[in-house]
Structures are given as structure tokens and as C-alpha cells.
């Protein structure tokens, strides 16, 4: 078997299962009115692969990011993440598969302002049950690999938004996640520092890693291998 590249990401191989598969997940919230945000909406994303998810506001990205991330449940349909089948799963199971599996960047970074680069890259390999004595070995290299070795005793007040995002990046891959999520992750960049995310992004996907990317942003969409558009909570290929 590959050994697991820098950054931890897994690399596909034959008959590897899809990262990801959604089959007819329709999410409903009760009203009145009721709102049906996701409606049979299929998607399968295969190991190593690179998606971008767009659409209008209100047409159901957070949602599918929401049930992506297990941080809620489709009302109907399934959704295996790494073969799993997620529905089985009791709400202590989802949060250790969550934190083991999954990786999160977020618009607006959330870091912890109090602790360090590194304690921030380091907090999430608590949760993810990686061995003590490997966490800051792998912190260090994820800040390594986005380019912040020297930053690793600095406070995130004192980093510029793109280096906080690339140690957002740091926090979410060191857990050697199985899918990367990234909901708007240049939402708050300028163009500049959005290119070195993006540039990041294909390195990563480069080594193996499975990305989803939410983005109003179509430029930042086009650099994904695949793009999906969401409209009205129907999702299409485009
Ligand atoms: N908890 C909720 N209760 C009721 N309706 C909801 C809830 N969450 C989302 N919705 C509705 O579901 C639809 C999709 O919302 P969602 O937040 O997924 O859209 P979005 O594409 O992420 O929008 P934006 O780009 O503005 O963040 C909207 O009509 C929204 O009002």
C-alpha cells in the first residue's frame, strides 16, 4: 500500500470506495411552510477527486454541506461516506467518524484566538485519536506544508487572512481526513490570496486528498475537476 503522503491524504487505488455517495437524500425542514432544501439529490464523488458545489442563494448548499459534514441528517435517502452507511450510525459514532474522517474550513477560519498556530493545528488530533506522541510531529508538518513553519508560536491576530486560512487548512488536513470540506473558504480573501488557496487546494488534491468546495465564487469553482450546481435544492452536473 502507498504510504500516506505529507499531508496525510489517502490516495485512491482500484476498487477503492467512492469518498462520498448521496442516493435520492431529499432534506425537509417541517413548517409551515415545510421547506424541502434538498430534493433527491444524487451525487457520488470517487476517492482523490476534486468537487466545487455552486448555486443561488437559498438553493441548498449549506444544507448539503450540513449533511456532508454529518452535522445533520437527511429526512430521506442515504448517504455513505467512505462505504459507511451514515444513518446507522448512533450521534457518538457520527462525531468520531466526523472527527476522524472529516476535515473542515470555514469562511471565517475559527481559530482560536487565545492559542497558538500550532495548539491550533493540534486540538482537532485529540478528537480524531491520533496517538499522543505523533500529534505535533504531523502538526508541524501540515504547517509546513502550507508554508507556515515559521509561524508555528505566533497568535492568529497577528497572521495576515490568507496565512490564517492556510492554518485552517494546517488544522483540517493534520488529522489525515478522508474528504476535505470547504464551505466559502475565500469568502473572506482578496484575489491575491485566493489564487495560494486555490493553488494549495490542487496540491492536495494532487496528493490524493478528496475535496468538496462551496463557493459563490466561479473562478474558484473552475479549478475543481468537477463542478455540481444546486438549484432550487436539485443538484446537476455542470
Ligand atoms: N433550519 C431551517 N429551517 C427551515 N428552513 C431552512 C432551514 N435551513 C435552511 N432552510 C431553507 O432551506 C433552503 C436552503 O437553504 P441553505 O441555507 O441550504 O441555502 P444556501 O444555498 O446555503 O444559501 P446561502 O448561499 O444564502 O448561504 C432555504 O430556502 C432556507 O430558507
Redesign the pocket.
Known amino acids: 500500500m502507498t504510504a500516506p503522503a505529507a499531508t496525510g491524504a489517502r490516495h485512491a487505488g482500484p476498487g477503492t470506495e467512492p469518498a462520498i455517495e448521496l442516493r435520492d437524500v431529499t432534506r425537509s425542514?417541517p413548517g409551515p411552510p415545510e421547506?424541502q432544501?434538498l430534493k433527491g439529490v444524487n451525487l457520488t464523488v470517487a476517492a482523490g477527486d476534486y468537487l466545487s458545489i455552486v448555486?443561488?442563494?437559498?438553493?441548498?448548499?449549506?444544507?448539503?454541506?450540513n449533511i456532508l459534514g454529518l452535522l445533520d441528517r437527511p429526512t430521506v435517502g442515504e448517504y455513505r461516506l467512505g462505504g459507511i452507511l451514515t444513518s446507522t450510525l448512533s450521534e457518538d459514532q457520527r462525531a468520531a467518524v466526523r472527527a476522524r474522517q472529516l476535515g473542515f474550513v470555514f469562511q471565517a477560519f475559527h481559530l482560536m484566538s487565545r492559542r497558538t498556530v500550532l495548539d491550533n493545528v493540534l486540538l482537532p488530533m485529540l478528537y480524531a485519536g491520533t496517538p499522543r506522541d505523533e500529534r505535533e510531529p504531523r502538526a508541524r508538518e501540515a504547517l509546513e506544508r502550507v508554508g507556515l513553519g515559521h509561524r508555528v508560536a505566533f497568535l492568529p491576530g497577528r497572521l495576515s487572512g490568507g496565512e490564517r486560512q492556510r492554518v485552517a487548512v494546517a488544522r483540517a488536513v493534520a488529522t489525515r481526513p478522508r474528504v476535505l470540506l470547504a464551505d466559502e473558504p475565500t469568502g473572506n480573501l482578496d484575489q491575491t490570496t485566493t489564487g495560494g488557496i486555490m493553488e494549495l487546494f490542487e496540491d492536495l488534491h494532487g496528493d490524493g486528498l478528496t475535496l468538496v468546495v462551496i463557493t459563490?465564487d466561479a473562478a474558484v469553482a473552475r479549478r475543481a475537476r468537477r463542478c455540481v450546481r444546486?438549484a432550487d435544492?436539485r443538484a446537476e452536473e455542470v
Not at 448555486?55 to 454541506?65: D, W, Y
Request: charged share 5%.
Open positions: 425542514f421547506v432544501a448555486g443561488p442563494s437559498g438553493s441548498g448548499k449549506s444544507t448539503m454541506l459563490h444546486l435544492g
